[in-house]
């Protein structure tokens, strides 16, 4: 959800891009903000699971990512990194991605991950991830990368698959179009 404090009379929301957006007048008393952000967010988090259509065979009985802090997800990253790797690896943070599920600085070796992949499904968070982890070794897509990917991963083919059918359900809540 992103909230924005606007110099307005009244408060408004939407749904865009598959995610709630609030206007909350700036005018208003911090209680009273509180108050539309409660009842705008409780409206439109309504209007969009209407909106969803059910998530596709095979994803619907994975365990969720609980990792939902940027601090959950370095602690995750880190985890892995020691089990598969032992690169060295900078910040791991949640951002705004709606192109890709990750990136990778091989400058600073931070690695984001997509806002989309916050309520994905645990191992699809997890192929990501590992993905990106392999980046900080390969910062391309080459035979070697895959041989890393498969290292930490085995079953990265079949995650990868589920991954864009995830992708594409978003989408189709959404009307987005993955590039």
Excluded at 85 to 94: D, I, K, P
Aim: proline share 4%; charged share 25%.
């Amino acid at each position: 959800m992103i909230i924005q404090f606007k110099d307005k009379k009244h408060s408004s929301g939407r749904v865009k891009g598959g995610e709630i957006v609030l206007y909350i007048s700036s005018r208003l008393p911090r209680d009273e903000q509180q108050r539309h952000i409660a009842i705008l967010s409780h409206r439109l988090e309504a209007q969009l699971a209407r909106a969803r259509p059910a998530p596709p065979a095979g994803l619907a009985e994975l365990p969720l990512n609980d990792a939902v802090t940027n601090a959950d997800l370095a602690r995750w990253a880190g985890e892995l990194n020691a089990r598969h790797y032992g690169f060295v690896l900078g910040g791991v943070s949640y951002r705004r991605q709606n192109s890709r599920w990750g990136s990778c600085s091989g400058l600073t070796r931070s690695i984001h991950l997509s806002h989309r992949l916050k309520d994905a499904p645990k191992l699809l968070v997890e192929y990501v991830l590992i993905h990106e982890l392999c980046h900080l070794k390969e910062l391309n897509h080459g035979p070697r990368f895959w041989r890393l990917v498969a290292r930490g991963c085995p079953d990265y083919a079949q995650r990868r698959a589920l991954l864009n059918q995830w992708g594409r359900w978003l989408d189709a809540g959404a009307g987005m179009r993955e590039d």
